[in-house]
């Protein structure tokens, strides 16, 4: 349990990093479109094209940020295969508080008491969840399961990703969510994945669950990036703590078998829901401030 905890913590401090490199570039890679005034840079609704996104990532700080996603990726996968899900993904997802500290020295955000408040609740709500947290269930699921875990991770990254496209500027939110819904079903389809304990790549490549994998965490870092860059930093990564831990953590519980400590499933369920709160206070704060810097002359310019 200790070394799932350190391998989950450091897979959220590569995780919180990477995200504030990666908005560092996309903001720099935002600015210049705007100072070429080039059009190609926008969609009709006002957010970022692919070759605006494409252009974000060819950023050094942008390049950095996805290496340390790449080793988090890894780290990750790790803790899935080590924790319960609510326990791995929860604590992963506290790289939110790694994000916010980081963007205050690199992108000169200023994080105001409700915002500090809220990561303050949502680490104490980690430490309820790791007392709580019990032995992981096991790693085998149905044939079934692992289609529809194919099926749903493809319908939430193509399908988002032309709804996020069609709600272009207001759309950081919403793309922030699902790009942690894609790194969800990353961490489940890493859970249950056929031919790892025994190095079977055979059973491995056959296996929608790999599939899912690999569309779940590509298409999550595409959705995510453009969340960088049309919204707050803070914000996107809220809502992305939202989408990866709650569908994986009932996923876990429903199917998988996780289960808390004897008598402490109140517990339990307690510090899930508060860490899932305190994330949505983050996301809406983070909203808020966004929209109010956004007329600030030196506020940098994001997907514009």
Do not use: K
């Amino acid at each position: 349990m200790i070394a799932g905890l350190v391998v989950a913590a450091a897979a959220s401090a590569c995780y919180g990093t990477g995200s504030v490199l990666q908005a560092v570039g996309s903001r720099r890679a935002a600015r210049e479109a705007a100072a070429e005034a080039d059009p190609a840079q926008l969609t009709e609704h006002g957010g970022p094209t692919l070759s605006s996104t494409g252009r974000a990532a060819r950023t050094w700080e942008f390049i950095l940020g996805t290496a340390l996603d790449v080793v988090g990726f890894g780290l990750g996968a790790l803790a899935a295969r080590m924790l319960p899900l609510f326990l791995s993904q929860t604590v992963i997802s506290a790289n939110l508080v790694v994000t916010a500290v980081l963007s205050i020295r690199l992108l000169g955000i200023r994080l105001r008491r409700p915002e500090w408040a809220s990561i303050a609740v949502l680490c104490a709500a980690l430490v309820l969840l790791a007392v709580a947290a019990g032995p992981q269930g096991g790693h085998q699921a149905a044939p079934a399961f692992h289609w529809w875990l194919l099926i749903a991770t493809t319908v939430v990254i193509v399908g988002g990703s032309l709804l996020v496209r069609r709600m272009g500027s207001r759309g950081a939110i919403v793309a922030g969510l699902l790009s942690g819904l894609g790194f969800g079903a990353l961490g489940i389809g890493v859970r249950v994945l056929n031919g790892v304990d025994t190095l079977d790549l055979g059973r491995m490549l056959t296996d929608p669950a790999l599939y899912a994998v690999l569309i779940g965490g590509i298409g999550g870092m595409y959705v995510h990036t453009v969340a960088l860059q049309i919204g707050s930093v803070n914000g996107a990564t809220a809502a992305l703590v939202i989408g990866e831990t709650v569908v994986p953590g009932a996923a876990g519980v429903l199917w998988l078998g996780d289960v808390s400590r004897s008598g402490l499933g109140w517990l339990a369920v307690g510090g899930f829901v508060i860490a899932v709160a305190a994330a949505v206070a983050v996301a809406h704060f983070g909203q808020e401030e966004d929209a109010a810097e956004a007329p600030s002359e030196d506020r940098e310019p994001v997907g514009v």
